[in-house]
T-cell receptor
Framework: AQSVSQHNHHVILSEAASLELGCNYSYGGTVNLFWYVQYPGQHLQLLLK??????LVKGIKGFEAEFIKSKFSFNLRKPSVQWSDTAEYFCAVNAASGGGADGLTFGKGTHLIIQP | GAGVSQSPRYKVAKRGQDVALRCDPISGHVSLFWYQQALGQGPEFLTYFQNEAQLDKSGLPSDRFFAERPEGSVSTLKIQRTQQEDSAVYLC???????????FGDGTRLSIL
């Protein structure tokens, strides 16, 4: 079974600060990795995903994440945050497969607050 | 475009009652997932459909939980004899094919009194 650990449950930053949210997973096989964001009052939205290839993936709104296989990590980064980035961020993983789908295993989430 | 639609948005029920939660996936999406999200936690997988076939129900917490997708589009999650620990947000997600990113609905917030 997979598990996902997000290091920080609450993060408070000032606008223009750099952001890094940690995510580690536990699974013995090949995985797909995701970051989802939930803005206040909205549904979960996909920020970015890693299936294979270049371990540095770029997503929407200036976010990027790096898959480091040796560390079982998929940390989310943004060089300069904005007030509108205030949201809940979830790291998720599922088993990569040639056929069939696998439900996502989520971390507990990180509540990010950006102060103007 | 139309996203995943869930209804009702909020449901309050007394302990012991049965409830039914509906999910309309994005049109044409083959895969459909149900998740349960307790307060302060990440979503937890309940069950997965590929078209009308329920291929994985390993996450359903008890036999009081039942899901169906009879025509391969709309899905219903039913909880019988509800208990207080069933209080949570129930999320539905769909994807076009296997191994494609999942698109989530707004969820149904279920409160059991």
């Amino acid at each position: 079974a997979q598990s996902v650990s997000q290091h920080n449950h609450h993060v408070i930053l000032s606008e223009a600060a750099s952001l890094e949210l940690g995510c580690n997973y536990s699974y013995g096989g090949t995985v797909n990795l995701f970051w989802y964001v939930q803005y206040p009052g909205q549904h979960l939205q996909l920020l970015l995903k890693y299936f294979s290839g270049d371990p540095l993936v770029k997503g929407i709104k200036g976010f990027e994440a790096e898959f480091i296989k040796s560390k079982f990590s998929f940390n989310l980064r943004k060089p300069s945050v904005q007030w509108s980035d205030t949201a809940e961020y979830f790291c998720a993983v599922n088993a990569a497969s040639g056929g069939g789908a696998d439900g996502l295993t989520f971390g507990k989430g990180t509540h990010l607050i950006i102060q103007p | 475009g139309a996203g995943v639609s869930q209804s009702p948005r909020y449901k309050v029920a007394k302990r012991g009652q049965d409830v039914a939660l509906r999910c309309d996936p994005i049109s044409g999406h083959v895969s459909l997932f149900w998740y349960q999200q307790a307060l302060g936690q990440g979503p937890e997988f309940l069950t997965y459909f590929q078209n009308e076939a329920q291929l994985d129900k390993s996450g359903l917490p008890s036999d009081r939980f039942f899901a169906e997708r009879p025509e391969g589009s709309v899905s219903t999650l039913k909880i019988q004899r509800t208990q207080q620990e069933d209080s949570a947000v129930y999320l539905c997600a769909s994807s076009l094919y296997e191994d494609q990113p999942q698109h989530f609905g707004d969820g149904t917030r279920l409160s059991i009194l």
